[in-house]
């Protein structure tokens, strides 16, 4: 059993969109993910990692580059329970409501 941890370990993470893998520690592996945004400083996604349970998570990651490193930021949190469908139309109503582009 401890060797099959291991080996989901040491398997490489997904890369992203951009080209990048996902800069997260060993507890997770990355199975999935997408770029919401991603600039020189900061990077956020959508990440679908297994824990080393094999439980898997939506999570959403925010990194900030320090130095020549991505390190993670304050957001790093599951949003699988989440009712994405009314939050996009939230995020929509009040883009509008300010005029946001």
Do not use: N
């Amino acid at each position: 059993m401890l060797w099959a941890i291991r080996a989901h370990l040491s398997e490489p993470p997904v890369p992203s969109p951009t080209g990048s893998a996902y800069p997260l520690g060993e507890y997770y592996k990355v199975l999935d993910g997408f770029d919401i945004h991603k600039g020189s400083k900061m990077w956020e996604a959508v990440v679908v990692v297994e824990d080393q349970q094999g439980r898997r998570h939506l999570r959403l990651y925010k990194w900030m580059m320090r130095g020549d490193k991505w390190k993670v930021d304050l957001a790093r949190f599951s949003i699988e329970f989440w009712d994405l469908d009314s939050v996009t139309q939230k995020i929509k109503d009040l883009k509008a409501k300010y005029q946001i582009k």
